[in-house]
């Protein structure tokens, strides 16, 4: 059985669970979370000890492979509609820059003009430096993706380590065709 699948997951004081027949619905201060589980899982909330437990209905491949998984994305959204999740990207070169514009984010990174990326509903999206993006939100999924297309736009390069990254991302640089002539 799934170890990660039999642990309960422990709702705080705060948040409200309702699950209907296939869904699982949590709100928090940070907002409002809903995800339909799969079929062969079975999702049960108990009020006393405020706690959440998955079960499988069968010893099926898919059953045991989703066990785990469902109970994973339930902290996960237990989680974060109480603390909320958050990605940080830099953003490295000469003249490199982002900085909101609306409901959208302006990337400037060295392209004839600068990328608009639209913001998604749910997300909070910061600019505390023009080198320096903090995107926010309770739903794990949302800001990973979010913080993944804008990393897009401009991903590292292994020469120079120009372009946009992760805080505290390493980039493995390579030696450029000077050094590796040896002359």
Known sequence: MSRIGRKPVEVPSGVSVQIDNRSVAV????GKLQWGF???IEVGFDESSRLIEVKRQGDEKQARAFHGLTRSLIQNMVTGVVKGFEKRLEIVGVGYQAQLKGDSL???VGFAKPVLVAIPSGLNVET???THVVVRGADKQAVGQFAAVVRKIRPPEPYKGKGIRYQG???RRKAGKAFASGA
């Open 128 to 130: 505390p430096d023009p």
């Open 27 to 30: 709100e928090g201060a940070m």
């Open 38 to 40: 799969p079929v062969g």
């Open 169 to 171: 991302e390493q980039i």
């Open 106 to 108: 302006e990337v400037s």
